[in-house]
């Protein structure tokens, strides 16, 4: 059974979306945990790409710093992952909404019991190697993410719901 955020096609969410980041070519950065490694991946990945990073947080921050939002609305927060190059992640829904509008996703895994459900999604639909450690170091481009076992998995976690 996928998370309820399956529950609505691409083209749902896209319905809602409003684009705060319109007019870059970046690397999203999303963070829950939040580790500095992290982000020197994401601007490593940008630099080897050509790309600019924006990372948006929930968390409350009494110091501004450059590319960091963190008060985007639901709608823009879907925008901003349905408009992204590529997505690093230390969330689940980070990893999820990432799948969902087939974006390049890495993953950080720290061996930690809240990385349990973003690995078992990338194993599930088959992106193992989207879970990545602090030592990882980023590629040197952008690589689409086509999840080869995604369709089938919403289909059957529609069917389980009783929604087809």
Not at 27 to 45: C, D, G, N, S, T
Not at 117 to 126: V, W, Y
């Amino acid at each position: 059974m996928l998370d309820p955020i399956f529950l609505l096609s691409e083209k749902q969410w896209l319905h809602i979306a409003k684009f705060p980041f319109p007019e870059d070519d970046y690397i999203l950065v999303y963070q829950v945990k939040r580790h500095p490694r992290v982000l020197e991946y994401a601007k490593e990945w940008a630099k080897n790409t050509g790309c600019k990073v924006r990372e948006i947080t929930a968390e409350a921050e009494y110091a501004t710093k450059d590319n960091r939002y963190m008060e985007l609305s639901p709608e823009e927060f879907v925008g901003a992952f349905s408009q992204a190059k590529a997505v690093v992640t230390t969330s689940f829904h980070g990893t999820a909404f990432a799948v969902l509008f087939q974006k390049p996703v890495r993953t950080m895994m720290f061996n930690a019991p809240g990385d349990y459900r973003a690995l078992d999604l990338l194993r599930t639909i088959g992106l193992n190697d989207s879970a990545i450690t602090l030592d990882s170091e980023p590629t040197s481009s952008i690589i689409g993410c086509i999840p080869s076992n995604l369709a089938n998995m919403i289909k059957l976690s529609n069917s389980f719901l009783k929604f087809e």
